[in-house]
């Protein structure tokens, strides 16, 4: 199956870590990589290749994987957090696809 | 680094067509695959297709392969969308984004501001 699934939201307190999944049948033999979108901008790289994390997103993002589950941490999450989450992959065809996206509130 | 500015809001009415613009500035797309995702009203992303700017060939997502051509001017500092036979599902921010053809660490290293298309009668 192409299909990546996200919980709908997440909340945490400040200073919580939070966890986002995203389930996939292909996970296991394709990269996962997370997109942070705030309220009406671009969508924002946060996480690629599973666990990297590109120049200039700071070090309490990181990803792991175990089996067909990504997982996005966000580690001590700050309020500038809040936003929507969305996982990307690609299935055994090359076929691209997102998942649908995970609300993550810090409050 | 390669910024990517697109063209502004449109509207149309259901069965027409809408055109993007995607135009790089601090390199030519050349070098770089230009993707185009979608998303509609309150909704997640979908992958529409994506253009190789060496060969410029395209490939399309089967959901809109046959409505969805993906183009490049000769320069190819512009990258264009063009959409047919619009229906109101087809209201969406869509976006541009690009990445090196030869060392990008992701599809989608560097993304437009999007375009809002409305279709409304």
């Known amino acids: 199956s192409a299909e990546l699934t996200q919980p709908p939201s997440v909340s945490v307190s400040p200073g919580q870590t939070a966890r986002i999944t995203c389930s996939g049948d292909?996970?296991?033999?394709?990269?996962a990589y997370w997109f942070q979108q705030r309220s009406g901008q671009a969508p924002l790289l946060v996480i690629y290749?599973?666990?990297k994390r590109p120049s200039g997103i700071p070090d309490r993002f990181s990803g792991s994987t175990s089996g067909t589950k990504a997982t996005l941490i966000v580690s001590g999450a700050q309020v500038e957090d809040e936003a929507d989450y969305y996982c990307?992959?690609?299935?055994?065809?090359?076929?691209?696809?997102f998942g649908g996206g995970t609300k993550l509130s810090v409050l | 680094q390669v910024s990517l500015v697109q063209s502004g809001a449109e509207v149309r009415k259901p069965g027409a067509s809408v055109k993007v613009s995607c135009t790089a500035s601090?390199?030519?797309?050349?070098?770089?695959?230009t993707h185009w995702v979608r998303q509609a009203p309150g909704q997640s992303l979908e992958w529409m297709g994506w253009?190789?700017?060496?060969?410029?060939?395209?490939k399309y997502s089967e959901r809109f392969q046959d409505r969805v051509t993906v183009s490049r001017d000769t320069s190819a500092t512009t990258v264009y969308m063009d959409m047919s036979s619009l229906t109101f599902e087809d209201t969406a921010v869509y976006y541009c984004?690009?990445?090196?053809?030869?060392?990008?660490?992701?599809?989608?290293?560097?993304w437009g501001p999007g375009t809002m298309v409305i279709v409304s009668s």
């Open positions: 984004a690009t990445s090196k053809i030869v060392g990008a660490i992701c599809d989608f290293d560097y």
């Open positions: 601090g390199d030519t797309l050349t070098n770089y695959a």
């Open positions: 253009i190789n700017g060496r060969t410029g060939k395209a």
């Open positions: 292909a996970l296991p033999e394709k990269f």
């Open positions: 290749d599973d666990t």
């Open positions: 990307y992959s690609t299935d055994k065809t090359g076929r691209r696809v």
